[in-house]
């Protein structure tokens, strides 16, 4: 190889490795949220899961349920079934995510709860989206898809968790009546799965404390095992753990309607 030939390519590499460093350097908060929000979940979905519910007693219960989604490109729909015990047995949350629009905007998404002990449909919409899913520590919202509209991101730095390294990334709601105004979490760098979580008030007091974990490919597709969600202030926890998780199998398009839910259904 001539000189000036090993010159041109070793200038080509180090442009190639400068452009790399570079847009590794331009990597922003939001767009990682961006990234974790694009990474495939699968046109469908399903699980079965374990809810353990634990106040500052020690004292536990637990709750078996079963969930179902389908991305249809303008709404992902999902459901959640509550199995048993028999006192929540039927208990359906029915919701539709829609995605960001180009302009900036975001529809919010339609919910509906249905309590067989009441036989009606409630519609969860509003400040309600901020309330307890049905006494755990998560919310309505967190079952839901937020977008990237609704906050401004910042990258805080890199951490490690569990032997993970992650992005620290801060978002602030735009919103400014919403219950839970600041939120960080660490993204891990290989799947772009939130791992770690801290959520804070209006006064900006942490509330809640959120750790996923056994994250592992089913089917190719990045998929957390375990959530758990603690409440800083009342010490009660939410331990989440998904079992029989599938992607991308046939789903009937009727069970993701209010009848559906109504009529039970959903299995």
């Known amino acids: ?21 570079c847009a590794a350097e331009e990597l922003t908060g939001y767009e990682i949220a961006r990234r974790a929000d694009a ?3 699968g046109e469908t979905s399903s699980y079965t899961a374990t809810m353990t519910l634990t106040n500052r007693k020690g004292e536990t219960r637990i709750r078996e349920i079963f969930m179902r989604s389908k991305d249809y490109g303008d709404v992902k729909k999902s459901v959640i079934v509550f199995a048993r015990p028999k006192d929540v047995a039927g208990v359906s949350y029915l919701s539709h995510d829609y995605p960001d629009n180009d302009d900036g905007t975001k529809k919010d998404s339609d919910s509906w709860l249905y309590m067989p002990a009441m036989k009606k449909v409630r519609r969860i919409s509003g400040s309600g989206k901020d309330d307890d899913f049905m006494g755990t520590d998560f919310t ?5 898809d937020r977008g990237l509209t609704k906050d401004t991101f910042t990258l805080l730095g890199e951490d490690s ?9 801060e978002s602030i709601a735009k919103d400014k009546s919403e219950k839970t ?3 960080v979490i660490w993204y ?14 209006k006064q900006n007091t ?12 089913i089917d190719g597709i990045w998929t957390v095992g375990k959530m758990f969600m603690r409440n800083v202030k009342t010490d009660h ?15 009937d398009d009727n069970m993701f309607t209010v009848s559906a839910i109504e009529k039970g259904k959903v299995k």
């Open 188 to 201: 891990a760098k290989e799947s772009y799965k939130a791992v770690k979580g801290e959520y804070y008030d």
């Open 1 to 21: 190889m001539k000189f000036s030939q090993f010159a041109k390519g070793l200038a080509g590499a180090l442009l190639l490795a400068a452009g790399s460093l």
């Open 140 to 144: 309505y919202a967190d079952m839901g």
């Open 181 to 183: 105004q600041r939120r």
């Open 161 to 169: 968790v569990d032997g993970m390294a992650c992005w620290m990334v």
């Open 206 to 217: 942490l509330t809640r404390v959120l750790s996923c974990s056994d994250i592992t490919k």
């Open 39 to 41: 990474v495939d979940k």
């Open 237 to 251: 926890m939410t331990l989440l753990e998904m079992r029989n998780v599938k992607y991308n199998m046939a789903v």
